[in-house]
């Protein structure tokens, strides 16, 4: 299929070409995607003082294999991202280093959460680049009225910042490569449902401090990154 989309905040009409091939197989199903995907820039990306009003969409292109076993689902995908935004004024990215504007650690975290909720002001450019990749394994189970599954999914994903400065890929600040979800639920009466859902993530990123050095002009001690 062929979508199109007009993102007024990239000012720009943009096509995404995406194919999906489906095999069928004594005992389970065959199931290949690719295409390439875009997503409007936020409007706090944009920078009003330096009369900039659009901003390239943020792309991808990707590609999955899944597996489906009746009760049992197994998925692998592998994506490339481009046109990632950028704090290029500070280097503020979501790969930098522990505890400071260039982030990482609960500080990149909580600005990395806000930003995808509710956007942050600042000069960004849409030069980022990154990747990501994993694979799924889905269970699921039915007992009596009670529906449940169980999946554990391995992803990682990587970022760049100015790729001007530093061309390298680093783990992404909300990369988080081990994930087990399990899932029930059951039905109470005719109208209502009771479900509860346990997830548990290995840690995020962080860059841990390497030395120290004291400060006489601040008069403190000044953590320095590994």
């Not at 194919?19 to 004594?26: C, D, E, K, Q, T």
């Not at 806000?114 to 699921?140: L, N, T, W």
């Not at 009596?144 to 992803?155: D, E, L, P, V």
């Not at 992404?172 to 029930?184: G, M, N, S």
Request: net charge neutral; glycine share 10%.
């Amino acid at each position: 299929c062929l979508r199109i989309d007009y993102l007024d905040l990239a000012g720009s009409v943009i096509a995404d070409p995406r194919l999906a091939l489906i095999a069928r197989a004594p005992g389970a199903t065959l199931t290949a995607t690719i295409g390439t995907y875009h997503e409007s820039p936020l409007v706090t990306d944009l920078d009003p003082a330096f009369k900039r009003d659009t901003l390239a969409a943020p792309a991808a292109t990707q590609a999955s294999v899944a597996a489906d076993f009746g009760a049992v689902r197994v998925t692998g995908y592998a994506a490339q991202l481009s046109n990632m935004p950028v704090d290029a004024m500070t280097g503020a990215t979501p790969i930098s280093a522990n505890g400071g504007v260039q982030s990482g650690g609960l500080f990149g975290i909580a600005r990395e959460l806000i930003d995808a909720q509710f956007g942050s002001y600042s000069y960004r450019e849409d030069i980022g680049r990154g990747h990501a990749y994993g694979a799924e394994v889905m269970a699921k189970k039915d007992v009596g009225a009670t529906t449940g599954w169980i999946a554990y999914t391995y992803a990682r994903s990587w970022r760049s910042g100015d790729p001007r400065s530093d061309p390298a890929e680093y783990p992404y600040v909300l990369d988080q490569p081990h994930i087990v979800t399990l899932v029930a639920t059951r039905p109470l009466g005719t109208h209502w449902r009771l479900g509860g859902r346990l997830r548990l993530a290995s840690g995020n990123p962080y860059t841990p401090v390497a030395t120290s050095y004291f400060d006489s002009t601040q008069r403190k001690w000044i953590a320095v990154d590994g």
